[in-house]
């Protein structure tokens, strides 16, 4: 089988994968991701709470991917600098009584100072939309709370300041889907990223997750277009940061389900790769013997290009047509 990195270098694109330390043991999965992938992320080890679960920084799950990195030439996807799930307790208080940009500023110069040299594209903020919570879109998150809406801006600037030449991305989900909440969620993106624009802010890059889930059908292309139009339109770069499908229905043969999650794979890439100012992929996992659908649901998902015996399956190569 062809790897999908140099499938994806042929068309200019990368091809990456997040990554589990733990998983770093497994030398069939070290092989893999050393064959097929440019560019990894860390599915954990870079989160606030991952890196810091008390005041002390702890780098020590980190430092080992990174290494991993490094030996096998490797870039790594910066995830990511703020998300409201990864806050650690002490940090959150901490925002909470003193609203204290200074706390933000030394965790992105912790973090970007030991690690920036490898990453070209910061998850800034992560998910930060949320078109249930108020009229702006945005996720009345704990920064929300703290600083209001120019916290993305602060954020964007912040990271920008000390990571000069590495991409700043707004990295969102919930993007794919024809339903009005979807919809929704689509032209709250759009709408901020209008905002940060009119504003001058150092974005230039958003991260579409694609957490694809046939339980919600199959991908609207409509929607998806339009969207892809509009941020191509505002001179923006995307990147598929964390490509995986959830399935409807795991009682079917597994011939079936393969066939179906590589239909809704190839669905969605042949809108999205149509556009020049794509980036790359990246899948959230690589083989389904590591995949986070798996603690998402009871039942192990085939979400993912390998399965748990690193066979190839008819995912791997609806990703390899589509580049
Ligand atoms: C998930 C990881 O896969 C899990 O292992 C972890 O426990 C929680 O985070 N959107 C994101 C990712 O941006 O960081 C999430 O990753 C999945 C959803």
């Known amino acids: 089988v062809r790897a999908l990195r140099s ?3 042929s068309r200019g694109l ?3 994968a997040a990554i589990q ?3 770093l043991g497994d030398s069939r999965f070290r092989a893999s991701v050393a064959r097929d992938c440019s560019v990894i992320t860390p599915e954990w080890a870079m989160k606030w709470d991952s ?6 920084y702890s780098y020590g799950e980190m430092d080992q991917l990174a290494s991993f990195a490094a030996r096998n030439g490797l870039t790594m996807r910066g995830h990511t600098l703020l998300w409201h799930k990864s806050l650690p307790r002490w940090a959150a208080s901490a925002l909470a009584s003193n609203r204290d940009w200074a706390l933000i500023d030394d965790h992105f110069s912790k973090v970007i100072g030991r690690y920036g040299s490898q990453v070209r594209e910061w998850d800034v903020v992560n998910e ?7 009229g702006n879109g945005l996720r009345r998150n704990q920064f929300y709370q703290a600083f209001g809406e120019a916290y993305i801006e602060r954020a964007l600037e912040s990271a920008k300041a000390r990571a000069p030449r590495a991409r700043m991305v707004i990295n969102e989900y919930g993007l794919e889907y024809n339903s009005s909440y979807e919809g929704q969620r689509r032209l709250s993106l759009l709408r901020l990223l209008e905002r940060l624009r009119s504003r001058g802010a150092p974005v230039d890059t958003v991260g579409l997750q694609a957490h694809l889930d046939l339980r919600k059908g199959n991908v609207y292309a409509d929607g998806i277009y339009g969207m892809m139009r509009d941020i191509r339109g505002m001179g923006l770069k995307v990147a598929i940061t964390e490509l995986d499908v959830a399935e409807a229905n795991t009682g079917l043969s597994i011939e079936r389900r393969d066939a179906l999650v590589a239909d809704e794979t190839r669905r969605y890439l042949d809108i ?6 794509v980036l790359g992929v990246s899948t959230w996992g690589l083989s389904d013997s590591h995949s986070w659908l798996r603690t998402q649901r009871s039942v192990a998902n ?22």
């Open 128 to 134: 930060p939309i949320e078109p249930n919570h108020g």
């Open 272 to 277: 999205v790769l149509q556009f020049n100012n």
């Open 51 to 56: 890196i810091a679960p008390s005041r002390n």
């Open 21 to 23: 330390t733990a998983t």
């Open 14 to 16: 990368y091809f990456g």
């Open 7 to 9: 499938a994806a270098s």
């Open 302 to 323: 085939r979400g993912l290009p390998y399965d748990r015996e690193w066979q190839a399956k008819p995912m791997h190569s609806a990703i390899l047509t589509a580049f």
